[in-house]
C-alpha cells in the first residue's frame, strides 16, 4: 500500500503543472485524471493521438502513474472507443487500474450492467482493472446498489471515495462491505456539514480503512484528492502536505 495524488488536486492547471505541483509536496506517485472538460489531458485526445497521450504520461516529473480516472460526457460506441484507447495507454505506462464513473440516478440497472460488462471485457484484454467510482447521484451512491454492480459483472472492482457516504444524501451508510471489492481510493477529510474541511476536522478514519484495506491484502494506491474548493482562507499546498505526512504514518 502507498500514499498516492490526483491530477484533480489542482483541476485548473495542465497536466504538466498538476504533476509538477504534486512533485513540489514530495508526492511520487500519481493518479491522473482523464476528463474532457477542463485544461488536462482529454480522453478525445488519447483517442485521436494516443501516442503523444503516452509521451505526455511518461513525462511525469519523476511520478509514477498508478491510476487514471476515465470521465467523459459521450455514450455508446464512442465512449467505448474512448476507453479502449485509455486501455492502451494504461497498458503502455504500466498502469493497471482505470476508475470510472457509475451511471447517473435514473439509468436501467440493465443497461448500466451491460456497460460495466463491455468495459470489462475491453479491459481485460489489456491486462486492466476497472474500479466503479462510489459518488453521490450516481448508480453507486447507495452502497448497497455498488455491492449488488460488482457482483454482476465479474472482474469489476470499486474505487472507493468513502465521502460520498459521509456528506450528502447517504451521509452515515455503512459501506465496510464495499471493501473486499476496492481496487483504487480517493481520500479527502469530510463530515455531515461539507464535503472538503480541513485535514483532521472531518470524520474520515483514515486508520480504519486502511486496517481494512490491509485485512483484504489491499496492495494500491492511497489517493489524496484535495482541491481548492475549501475556500481562499485555507493552505491548500499545506492540506495536500498535511494529508500525504498523515497517510505515510498510517502505512
Known sequence: MFVAASTDCFPHLPLSGALKKLFDLEYNRVE???????????????????????????????????????????EGPDYLK?????????????????????????????????????LVKI???????????????RMTQDPDTAKVLCDNVKGLCITLDPSHYHY????????DHLIPYTCHTQLRDTNKKQFQVKVGQGEIEYGRIIGQ????????????????????????LGELRKMRLLLESQL
Open 213 to 236: 484495506l490491509t485485512k483484504f491484502r489491499y496492495q494500491k494506491a492511497i489517493c489524496v484528492n484535495i482541491d481548492e474548493s475549501s475556500g481562499p482562507d485555507v493552505d491548500h
Open 168 to 175: 450528502g444524501p447517504m451521509a452515515g451508510a455503512k459501506y
Open 32 to 74: 491522473i485524471v482523464l476528463r474532457e472538460e477542463g485544461e488536462q489531458l482529454k480522453p478525445s485526445q488519447v483517442l485521436a493521438d494516443t501516442e503523444s497521450a503516452i509521451v505526455a504520461c511518461r513525462d511525469t516529473h519523476r511520478l509514477t502513474p498508478v491510476a487514471y480516472f476515465f470521465d467523459s460526457p459521450v
Open 123 to 137: 479491459a481485460t484484454v489489456d491486462g486492466i482493472v476497472v474500479g466503479l467510482k462510489t459518488e453521490a447521484d
Open 82 to 118: 474512448q476507453f479502449a484507447a485509455i486501455c492502451k495507454l494504461a497498458k503502455a505506462t504500466k498502469v493497471i487500474v482505470i476508475a470510472v464513473r457509475a451511471g447517473e440516478l435514473g439509468t436501467p440497472f440493465n443497461a448500466e450492467i451491460e456497460r460495466l460488462r463491455d
